[in-house]
């Protein structure tokens, strides 16, 4: 049994089909694969992102400030994983 799992693998299989595919069709540009693979990272991360968000909604912020606490976190993670990855100065 593979440790990838079939969602994530259906996808591949989809994006790897297209390319194997584009291989053979020279009009299809080296920036439309790159759009293919970037389109399928997007859509992982804002499933990623709605899982954040439903544990944000989960507690009412009127109940605690634990829970007011626990759904700000939540809503700072959804966003951090739709924001772009900030590059580090790698000197």
């Not at 299989?13 to 595919?21: D, P, S, V």
């Not at 790159?34 to 439903?54: F, G, N, P, T, V």
């Not at 544990?55 to 951090?80: G, L, M, V, W």
Request: with cysteine; net charge negative.
């Amino acid at each position: 049994m593979s440790e990838i799992p079939d969602d994530i693998r259906a996808k591949a299989k989809e994006l790897g089909e297209h390319l194997f595919f584009s291989a053979f069709d020279w009009t299809v540009a080296c920036e439309d694969v790159a759009d293919l693979i970037a389109r399928a990272l997007m859509e992982e991360r804002e499933r990623c992102a709605k899982i954040a968000d439903a544990e944000a909604s989960r507690f009412n912020p009127a109940y605690s400030d634990y829970a007011t606490a626990y759904s700000e976190s939540a809503e700072e993670i959804a966003a951090a994983i739709r924001s772009p990855i900030q590059n580090e100065d790698k000197t």
